[in-house]
């Protein structure tokens, strides 16, 4: 319990200390014009109070990430902890925070037009095709899962009218003016997803329950070969620690803070509350099924790796009834609530590379349609082979935004350093899983992946920092 509690209190700590030295290093200024009033449009452009772009900008990097992610994670044991924690402080909330200020800073526009400003067209060009393909594939993901999980409840012959419902909700929230859905629907579930957290903290702590703590870097798997902690921790808990999808979320609230002190809250501050919500997941995982055969890597495979049969058998022999409706929330709009904000990315991603202007309804709708058609065609595909990529996907998103972020403070004179030793590592994370999965190189060499995966980062910082130089000369 004690490795839990350390890990609760940095996270609530770095908020109020780490924060506030971002902002500094961001330069934060409070009377600069930000894209809500400056670009106010209606539609995408509205200003929102701090509180309830807060709360949607959580739900939007959520969902059911920091839930599903740190149970998986958690069969590694309490050095799942360390990670969530340290990640979530200084590679996540970072992550998640600079890059938040960038997109104010450059008009709320979306990620893949940022990296293209201070990386290079080069970059910006496969920014733009792999979060457009990401966002599409989380979308329909998400289209499929919840309707799969209700139609478990209510039967399978109405799976096709829970997708009809699901996909007419999307078009609409896709569609409308953010604040017509999203801002009245989102801060309702991203507060239902807090207190189910805070309802799991309360059994922790005043339960029976023994969470484990950090006493070696013991791998608790069942396979340990196949599933080393290096890499494979750093891919599984990804929402809660790092994840490189808030960063194609963010330009939504970028485009609705009213000031740029706000920033510290919406992006930094949604980072680290999710971070303490995968925090709790992982100690109530590892605590609840600590008496079972197996512990909890056991009962997952016992249960086909499901990590929602985990999140209802403890919700609802926890919480009970409120546990039971806490869940259907989470398990259910949360991935809800992720695949209507990607499609909504997709569609800002869109108009910024074409520069369509979105106040037009007509113009709005021409690209929805085309989405939606790609979406609808890509619901009759086997996503089983797909899916397994999207993890690494993901971390590599955060990669590139990482080394976006360095070149940013590079180019500002700021310490780059900060966020310089994070890129750093995640691209050797990224880097060696490639070398040590079978679902790319498969090497079957561990030793040897570690040292490729390292020569790859190395070449990647020097070649980066070569072109920082020449680009913006010596810091």
Request: proline fraction near 3%; aromatic fraction near 14%.
């Amino acid at each position: 319990m004690i490795t839990f509690i350390i890990g609760l209190v940095a996270l609530v700590a770095a908020y109020f200390l780490y924060g506030r030295y971002l902002d500094k290093v961001c330069r934060i200024d409070a009377a600069a014009d930000v894209p809500s009033s400056k670009l106010y449009d209606g539609v995408d452009y509205v200003p929102m109070p701090r509180w309830r772009t807060f709360l949607i900008q959580l739900l939007n990097i959520a969902g059911i990430g920091p839930i599903f992610g740190a149970i998986l994670g958690a069969c590694f044991g309490p050095v799942a902890f360390l990670w969530i924690t340290l990640g979530g402080i200084f590679m996540g909330a970072m992550h998640d925070y600079i890059s938040g200020v960038i997109l104010v800073r450059n008009e709320g526009l979306s990620i893949p037009e940022i990296t293209s400003r201070y990386l290079g067209r080069g970059i910006g060009q496969l920014m733009r095709v792999f979060s457009l393909v990401l966002l599409v594939l989380v979308g329909v993901v998400f289209m499929r899962s919840p309707a799969s999980i209700i139609a478990g409840m209510v039967g399978e012959e109405y799976y096709w009218w829970l997708i009809a419902i699901i996909i007419a909700y999307y078009f609409l929230a896709t569609l409308l003016p953010v604040d017509k859905v999203i801002g009245k629907l989102y801060p309702v579930f991203g507060a239902a997803l807090l207190f189910m957290a805070l309802g799991i903290l309360g059994v922790l702590l005043f339960g029976d329950y023994v969470v484990p703590d950090l006493t070696s870097f013991e791998n608790h798997q069942l396979n340990k070969e196949s599933m080393p902690i290096v890499p494979t921790l750093f891919i599984t808990i990804a929402c809660g620690a790092i994840s490189g999808f808030h960063a194609t979320q963010s330009p939504m609230m970028a485009r609705c803070v009213n000031s740029e002190r706000e920033c510290r809250m919406v992006f930094y501050g949604s980072m680290i509350a999710e971070s303490i919500i995968a925090l709790i997941w992982a100690a109530m995982a590892m605590a609840f099924f600590s008496g079972e055969e197996g512990g909890l890597a056991g009962q997952l495979a016992a249960h086909g790796n499901n990590a929602a049969w985990v999140v209802n058998t403890v919700s609802g022999k926890t919480l009970g009834v409120v546990g039971g409706v806490l869940t259907l929330l989470g398990v259910v709009a949360a991935p809800i609530t992720s695949g209507d904000t990607a499609f909504r990315s997709a569609r800002l991603t869109v108009a910024d590379i074409f520069h369509v202007e979105q106040r037009s309804k007509t113009k709005r709708l021409a690209i929805s349609s085309v989405i939606f058609t790609v979406a609808l065609l890509l619901l009759f595909v086997d996503f089983d082979v797909v899916w397994r990529y999207f993890s690494w996907s993901n971390q590599a998103l955060a990669v590139i935004v990482l080394w976006c972020i360095v070149a940013y403070l590079y180019k500002h004179r700021s310490n780059y350093w900060i966020a310089l030793l994070p890129a750093l590592f995640m691209t050797y994370i990224c880097a060696t899983f490639m070398f040590t999965s079978n679902q790319f190189v498969g090497m079957g060499s561990v030793p040897m992946a570690y040292i490729l995966g390292g020569v790859v980062a190395v070449v990647i910082a020097l070649l980066f920092l070569y072109r920082m130089y020449r680009e913006y000369g010596k810091k």
